[in-house]
């Protein structure tokens, strides 16, 4: 049985890069050389991260720089796609792999931009395609469209930068809120407001990642998060709790070991967790993701499931939720790798 030609896309150039090259590390170090042929691109410099290397190594697929293509079909006028043809030539070469391991977070990969560059090529791609990809990663627009599915949702704003902002109706939000960037991930621009008075420098936090902020009510409780893998068929994943030493899950939280209690499974009632596995598969499914997703939700003391956002790549680390879960339910991370892949090779 031939070998599987596998390109791990990291890096990136968004405030999540670092934790891109760890979930691309990650996933380098536990893809099966003896299954995949496998090589790694950091599309912000366009460097491969791995040397040639014998051919039982597993590691030998030659990669051109995917840079170019990346911003060249960014939508910034006519014409954009012409400077990136003779890149996509390159890539259509016979050496061109049989899927991406797309291992990117935050804008410019995990927003539609990346896939839709793929899409383009011809190349299959793990993860979610090019709309739902960008809706998950735009929080105002994704709340639009899973509210309207029926799901709870912290109640909130959303102001852009450079129009006219409520501040009589922000102001008269009950505190505590979150401002957070709309499309952004990590908790990078991220803000608990405690005192009115902190609200225009959160927001002004918040622009310096996204020309949209949201201003949510913080919602108080036992956080979840319920990981899903499929395309139709879906299979509901562990669900973890998080339980932050800090009582915030920021960036700290998320990616210093030992600075999170993530228990599997998570400590809620059987109705509880039902819901939750509900609310999960119907986020997948209404915002149309395919091979992963994980959704964030809130619990409160009287057993109302807020939903937070929809991840459609959950990062790969050490410390990451869904490997974590995939784990619980005995599905080893380089299993799950596999299924990945066997996911994104399946007709869109």
């Given at each position: 049985m031939s070998r599987i030609k596998v390109a791990v896309l990291m890096g990136g150039s968004s405030a999540e890069r670092d934790v891109s090259l760890s979930t691309g590390k990650q996933i380098l170090n536990a893809l099966d050389p003896n299954q995949y042929i496998v090589s790694a691109i950091d599309t912000a410099t366009g460097n491969r991260l791995l040397p040639a290397a014998p051919a039982a190594e597993g590691r030998t697929l030659p990669i051109v720089s995917l840079t170019a293509d990346v911003h060249a079909l960014t939508p910034v006028g006519g014409g954009a796609a012409i400077e990136a043809l003779p890149e996509l030539s390159r890539v259509r070469a016979e050496d061109k792999p049989d899927v991406v391991f797309i291992a990117l977070h935050g804008p410019g990969g995990e927003d539609g931009t990346v896939q839709g560059m793929l899409e383009v090529l011809g190349i299959p791609y793990t993860g979610s395609g090019v709309l739902a990809s960008a809706l998950a990663?735009?929080?105002?627009?994704?709340k639009r469209v899973l509210t309207g599915a029926g799901v709870l949702m912290p109640a909130g704003e959303t102001v852009r930068r450079g129009r006219p902002i409520d501040w009589d109706t922000l102001r008269a939000?009950?505190?505590?809120?979150?401002?957070?960037?709309s499309a952004q991930g990590s908790t990078f621009g991220v803000t608990r407001v405690t005192e009115a008075d902190q609200l225009e420098g959160a927001i002004k936090t918040a622009f310096e990642y996204?020309?949209?902020a949201l201003i949510e009510q913080f919602v108080t409780g036992t956080e979840i998060t319920v990981p899903v893998i499929g395309?139709?068929?879906l299979e509901i994943l562990p669900i973890v709790e998080i339980v932050p030493a800090s009582g915030f899950y920021d960036f700290a939280a998320k990616y210093t070991p030992g600075a999170t209690d993530e228990i599997v499974p998570a400590r809620v009632s059987d109705s509880i967790a039902a819901e939750a596995r509900r609310?999960?598969?119907?986020?997948?499914?209404?915002?149309?993701c395919r091979g992963m997703s994980r959704t964030d939700m809130i619990v409160t003391s009287d057993g109302?499931?807020?939903t937070l956002e929809t991840n459609t790549i959950p990062g790969m680390t050490t410390t990451s939720l869904l490997p974590?879960?995939?784990q619980a339910a005995g599905i080893a991370f380089p299993k799950l790798l596999d299924r990945l892949i066997e996911l994104a090779l399946e007709p869109r």
């Open positions: 990663m735009d929080k105002a627009m994704s939000m009950p505190l505590p809120v979150i401002v957070k960037p996204d020309d949209a395309n139709r068929d609310i999960a598969a119907l986020c997948h499914e209404t915002l149309g109302a499931i807020y974590r879960s995939a």
